[in-house]
């Protein structure tokens, strides 16, 4: 489907979002554990949709699988696994106006990820998951640290981006390991994102994503019309976020300011 979709005319660029399930992984930095939200992305064509980090680089030509983007606020998920309370750090600022650090700084610190395997019913509220030993740890390599933008989609600040393809190889190896049905799970993606070369071309390249049976586009072409807002983002800014569309469940296309 998206190796389809890139070769349409006039498409500049493409991201599938899949989003791997909360129980399947966990993301560890010594003592400290992480287990919130992980997108699947095309991380190489992050910058082409305005996704940009306070420190560190976006993907490059050198990007390997195991590199990650971490979001500012996703860090203060981090909990101190030797800790039944107390064991977080939240980012509100003390009495002098200070916000604390993190547990983790993912650009120093060692991370790594691994499997969980599943004891008990989950949906019932019953159990609880703990890392395999059946798989071995994979070494993660944070190369930048994405601010809180909620213009995007999806939104980077309380998630982690790592590689589609390698969101869906760990979400298959817990579903093996753990027995379950993958027909009974979600393996598509989220919603798909693409950026036309120019917002002459939005309408073309929609009706080419529709004839390969996608009825459920949206382009900030039809909300600015449906919405009367053509002029509420300064014209040159209107012209760069007229160029994207999205498409699928949830699917949302936001302004590049």
């Not at 008990?120 to 070494?139: F, I, W």
């Not at 036309?196 to 996608?214: K, M, R, T």
Request: proline share 5%; aromatic share 10%.
């Amino acid at each position: 489907m998206i190796a389809q979709i890139e070769a349409i005319p006039h498409v500049a660029a493409v991201t599938p979002v899949y989003t791997l399930d909360w129980n399947a992984v966990t993301i560890n930095s010594g003592k400290y554990a992480y287990q919130g939200q992980i997108y699947g992305v095309n991380m190489k064509s992050l910058a082409d949709f305005g996704y940009t980090v306070q420190e560190g680089v976006l993907p490059g030509a050198d990007f390997k699988e195991n590199m990650i983007l971490f979001g500012w606020s996703a860090l203060y998920n981090f909990y101190n696994t030797k800790k039944t309370s107390n064991n977080m750090i939240f980012a509100q600022p003390d009495a002098t106006g200070t916000i604390p650090d993190p547990y983790v700084d993912p650009m120093e610190d060692e991370l790594e990820l691994v499997i969980n395997e599943m004891q008990g019913n989950l949906d019932e509220g019953t159990g609880t998951t703990t890392a395999s030993k059946k798989q071995k740890p994979v070494k993660l390599e944070c190369i930048g640290v994405m601010g809180d933008d909620w213009s995007r989609n999806p939104p980077p600040g309380y998630a982690v981006f790592m590689d589609v393809s390698f969101a869906k190889k760990l979400q298959e190896q817990y579903n093996k390991l753990n027995k379950i049905d993958s027909s009974n799970t979600n393996t598509s993606y989220d919603n798909v994102s693409v950026k036309a070369d120019s917002v002459d071309h939005v309408a073309e390249v929609e009706e080419a994503i529709q004839a390969l049976g996608f009825a459920d586009t949206y382009s900030m072409e039809e909300y600015s019309q449906a919405s009367g807002r053509t002029n509420a983002y300064h014209p040159n800014d209107f012209r760069r976020i007229g160029r994207y569309i999205a498409f699928g469940s949830g699917a949302l296309v936001s302004p590049i300011r």
